[in-house]
């Protein structure tokens, strides 16, 4: 099943090694992107997710600190006002005439409604703060689990970065092998096109047509392709071109 149609196949040694670099080339590009972009974008997403839930925290724990002072306000607000009922008290006795009277008794009357509205406030307040006091350490729970989630996310993340240039290495180093056997001119060339053609320099042509750029080759060329051990380019998007016979790519 080797020779289909009188197509003998037989590769050119600098396309051999081009497909091979090319291989190599599509997966560095792949592992660089998911090193360089895609997991670093992930982990900042965390990270501002991680701050974005501490900042809630900090906030609600703000909060509930302004309303325990606002609560400790009132406290010694009614103490005072307390202080203030006892002096006018004192007047009492003093007082000479009804009028100067019946000012120390409004004056009493609008102290004990200052104190009546303050207590109603604290008990208000306390309620609240009771409330969200439990809602807190509901929070802080929350937020320590949810730091422990953030650390083995993260540390999962880095370390896939770091097997990932480490991958790269590895496939830089093969590459750096495998160059040394391509002719100089060709190589130059399959570099050019690989940066002219988004990081491909060398496809293989099915039933007529460049997996590079999807447009047709001629008849001639094709068969050229097929049968002969030569170089040859994609007239329309200037790609190496290769030929696998679908018994060869299936086995
Ligand atoms: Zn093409």
Request: a negative charge; charged letters at 35%.
């Amino acid at each position: 099943m080797n020779d289909v149609g009188g197509a003998s196949h037989k590769m050119n040694a600098d396309i051999d090694a081009l497909i091979a670099i090319q291989k190599i080339d599509s997966e560095i590009a792949r592992k660089t992107r998911l090193a360089d972009k895609i997991l670093p974008e992930e982990l900042e997403k965390i990270r501002e997710d991680h701050r974005n839930a501490e900042q809630k925290l900090e906030n609600f724990e703000k909060q509930l600190e302004e309303e325990n002072k606002r609560r400790r306000d009132l406290e010694s607000a009614v103490e005072d006002t307390k202080s203030n009922i006892a002096k006018a008290k004192q007047k009492l006795p003093e007082v000479k005439t009804n009028v100067e009277y019946r000012a120390i008794l409004k004056e009493l009357d609008n102290f004990e409604k200052k104190i009546v509205a303050m207590e109603d406030e604290q008990i208000g307040l306390m309620e609240t703060i009771e409330e969200k006091s439990s809602e807190k350490e509901r929070l802080v729970r929350e937020a320590a689990a949810e730091e422990k989630k953030f650390n083995a996310i993260r540390a999962e993340k880095e370390d896939g970065i770091k097997s990932l240039k480490n991958r790269i290495a590895e496939l830089q180093t093969q590459r750096k092998s495998i160059l040394n056997g391509i002719t100089p001119s060709i190589l130059n060339n399959y570099e050019k096109i690989s940066k002219q053609r988004n990081g491909v320099g060398i496809t293989n042509v099915v039933d007529g047509s460049c997996q590079g750029c999807y447009q047709l080759i001629t008849p001639q060329l094709y068969y050229l392709l097929r049968t002969s051990e030569g170089i040859f380019q994609c007239p329309h998007c200037n790609r190496y071109l290769y030929y696998i016979p679908e018994e060869e790519k299936s086995g």
